[in-house]
């Protein structure tokens, strides 16, 4: 009976604040896709660990935002879509220029965003703090406050 009432209680939990999440398991889910590293214990149904993810994911948008980069590229899909949309309502075929333009401009935007290994980013800040920052026990809002550290130092000696 207690076993079954501590059974009920421990229900399978998935992470649903940067606060408590690795960076690892932040960098690893979007590296891969695969939300198992959001899991807490247990084994959660996929709507648990698509709600959880989309809970993370909001949270980090309201917490950091999205880079100009990042901005421009969701603004060119969009006109994208956009002109294919008016291409198939009015089969005017100059518009298959501006998509043909806006795919190429997409893939060149796309290529510039560099993706930063998250372990040249922990050397780093290993090296500023003089110490080892484990990136499995490091939260992603900690790790994003020592780099906000960094940027302050940076800032202040310009």
Known sequence: MLFQR???????????????????????????????????????????????????????????????????????????????????????????NNIGIGKADLTRLEESVKETDLYNVIAILDKEFGRSIDPKETSVVKFHSYIDLIKQKNERQD
């Not at 960076?23 to 198992?36: R, V």
């Not at 959880?52 to 909001?58: A, D, I, S, V, Y």
């Not at 309201?62 to 949309?85: A, M, N, P, T, W």
């Open 6 to 96: 501590f059974k009920n209680n421990s229900k399978n939990e998935v992470y649903t604040s940067l606060e408590e999440l690795s960076i690892w398991a932040w960098n690893k889910t979007n590296k891969t896709g695969d939300l198992k590293h959001i899991i807490k214990e247990g084994k959660p149904s996929t709507k648990d660990l698509i709600q959880g993810w989309e809970t993370l994911n909001n949270e980090h948008l309201e917490r950091y935002g999205i880079s100009d980069l990042y901005d421009k590229i969701l603004q060119k899909k969009k006109q994208i879509c956009k002109d294919q949309i008016q291409f198939i309502l009015t089969d005017d075929r100059k518009l298959l």
